[in-house]
């Protein structure tokens, strides 16, 4: 007879297990080819030979620069947006409007913003349209945002869409860290409120939002779809040129693609342990400038404080006109430059796309419903364990997959399941779904169990109701809002996976998401535009219905 | 089930946009559909085609083909449509963005030991790819003796070589393709008509020339055409490249891009990524020229809105340099039969004269012309425009050169 306590261990340590697979796997997969090991292509005896093919690759150097500084000067700037905006509007009157903007541009899927942005703002997007009849300049002097050399636009693009996640971020740790309080205190002393946030605020607020941040330099440095449609391409970023490689019809360049892979976990590494030390530094070591007794701001604070607005405009404005910009070109059939409406319309694209579409919803909204469940299930089991036997998840688990470069753990993953020919390519990806899906849902679930009153369930056993009942009826109910929550973030992050989903299911699993980059290769803006629109479409009816669910929970 | 909602959403379809010519057609398409088949066969059914029919009922074919292009994938899924109708078989285009992630995954699964059920069933392919595929035994064939639609091929067509590989019947044709230039003759009146004048051109005009970024098979295919010319069209690059001789044919080449690039769209430091993109840059006016390689391409594009009235197809006057592009099923295939019925099929002439109509996709037809006009259906435009052709070089030129040009310019 198995006790109930054993279940649990038995179903805790199975989840890990699975969880824990593709991380395994992934590592394995990467590291012995990338020292020469792989049986299945002769390769036998360990060697550094795929690492000088690497660092011999003319593209190599040119490649990992763009990536350090499109990853920096997008940090940079998500930094730069969320701090001066929660400076500026924090606890203010249009704080809670704010609030409510930042989830719908969060939710806005990357690929779709993406192809939104292209027609926004290439030398014949829309805005350069607008200002060509007032300034009369030709497009080759225009300013190039798109695939542009230094990867600007790229930078720009990803700072949008990443300040409302880190804002997002912020609202739980900013209330716990009582920021009037400490307003009150500081001006009391004689400082503006404004030195308070840099010199008190800031640095608490940092030590907050590290796991995020992470998160947010991991997304950067290995973002593959985004980048093929925004990034320069000649050299293209380093993920963009492993998955060239891991793509290259001549299988000699898998070991060269596992050194790779491992050279950008290394350089992950590198600039996350950098910025820690920079914090570090300006924080503990060089903070005279917290306590230098300067009370005023100086030159740029005022400058960078008058500006803020604009950022707000610019985070607001850009993703929304990109939406608008879908719309547009999805109904147009000529739009020629520099026309500011489209010339003729149509509903043919629509009406071409329309049962191709239906069958890619069933697939996504499949993969995304089982994922999310699997997840939800594995990150219940966690979570009751933990409250059991004191006992958490290893922090590893669900950090690896978020800040770790996508690109080199499915590859190793990918070559593993070389050694297994027959897997079903819709579980393998249901599967690889799981590793990513399973961290959000975790940490959107955790909060709730944390919170939950023991008391209840004790009440209800001391009444006589068994254990398991009291659980179902009793406990599940309470957390209700708590498991909305996580499903609707494990959909959100399911439903915009490429990489694992195009690695893992060998092309045969074609979801929304696979589609949408897929057809960009084909340049025909008014399908782009249909496919960026119903990519948005699904998270975006996630959003709508948690928030009209919490807005009911909230009347009640 | 499908049929039925396919139908209603035609119903539908036409309901709200009456009038549109294109719409009108696909209908009248899908519903002679069904008559097809039933129609006198031109030739000799090879033996056991019946039996491969009866196989192939049920199978789902996942057919792995380029998705770059909006008319090819519009023209695949109204054929798949077709297909189940007739013969029960599930026809899935898988697009890819770069048919050489295909041929990876291929080598990939034979490296592993798969040897049956493959991902891939069937696969567009053509030149250095074939050639990867038939060196190593990947294909399953002939397939030759199996079509029944194989005697209406046009023979005078070279069906029997892949750039001057013999195919020995382990691929069929399936539309020829002709590198050609686009231009909108209200702009432009007279275009460069050699390599030459277009560098000429792209001095005189700074910013507004430039090709897809090779391997992109474009951009291999202009700096083939490219080193015809300047080599005089030498007698080498027809035989395997050899490497004493390399530096010395190509040396013009390599000048002449460098020329190129300097005055080139972007300053030579970003390329287009596809001959689609060079179409939209053309639309937009930042290129004067954009690459195809369908003799028809404007005209199919100006059907699609992508291109004003205005844009012409033309080819430089040396000629274009052309091939054919083949079907082909890999040996691991998970649905051989199936796959034998979707190449078949896409070999009727019901199927290779919509292929060929500038309405649909506007890739000419590789069948006997008399086949195409033996049907009941009216003539429609067909738009058969073709070019002197150039012959394609030996595949290891393409190799090559894409390999030089990374080292030269990838970075």
Redesign the interface.
Known sequence: MVTRSQTLRLAYFSAILICSMPLLIGLIGTLAPAFSWLP??DLHQPSLASWRHLFHE??LW??ISLTIFITLCSTALTLLFSFTLLMRFYNSKYWSWITGTLSPIFALPHVAFAIGFTFLLS??GWIFRLLHPIFNIS??HAW?LV???HGLGMSLALAIKETPFLLLMSIAPLQQLNINQLLTVGTSLGYQPKQVWYKIIMPLWLSYLRLPIAAIIGYSLSVVDFSLILA????APFAVQIWQW??????AMLPVAAAASLLLLVLALIILGGLRYTEYLLMKKCNTWQFNGQRQSGYWGKLISTITPLFYGVMILLPLLSVFMLALWSF???W??PDILPQ?W???FW??Q???LHSLFATSMSIALLSTFISLLFSIICLEYKQKNHKGLPLIFLVIPLVVPQVGLLFGVQIIT??F??LD?FSTVVWGHILFVFPYVYLSLAPAWQAFDQRYLQVATSLGTPPLKAWFLVKLPLLKNGLIFAIIVGMGVSLTQYLPTLILG???I?TITT?A???T???????MAIYGLMQALLPFILILSSFHYSQRVHKR | MDTIYSQNFSHMATKIIKGNNMYKFVIHLMLIGFSVFSMPSFAQQPPHWDEIQEQAKGQTVYFYAWGGSPEVNQYLSKIARTIYQQSQVTLKQVKVADISEAIQQLLAEKTAGKHEKGNVDLIWINGKNFKTLKDNNMLYGPLSTQLPNWALLDKNLPIELDFAKPTQGYEAPWGIGQLVFIYDHQHLPHPPLSFAELLTYAQQHPNKISYPQPPEFHGSSFLKAALIELSHDNPALYKPVKPADYATITAPLWHYLDQLHKVAWRKGQQFPQSSAQTIQLLDDGELDLAIAFNPNAAKTAINNGSLPETARTYAFKAGALSNLHFLAIPANSSAKQGALVVINTLLSPEAQRDKANTQIWGDPSVLLPQTLTQTSQPVLDQGFQRFPSLSELDPSWQIALEKSWKTRYGH
């Open positions: 299945i292509l003319p593209v040119r490649s030398p014949s497009q080759a190039i695939n542009d050399t320069p391409l000649r050299p891991i793509k290259e019809p001549n299988l147009s059939f000529r020629r430059f003729s149509t509903l043919k009406m071409s329309w049962e191709n070389l050694y020919p027959y390519p060998s092309g045969r074609a589609e980059v897929a057809i290769s084909g340049q025909d803006r008014r399908i």
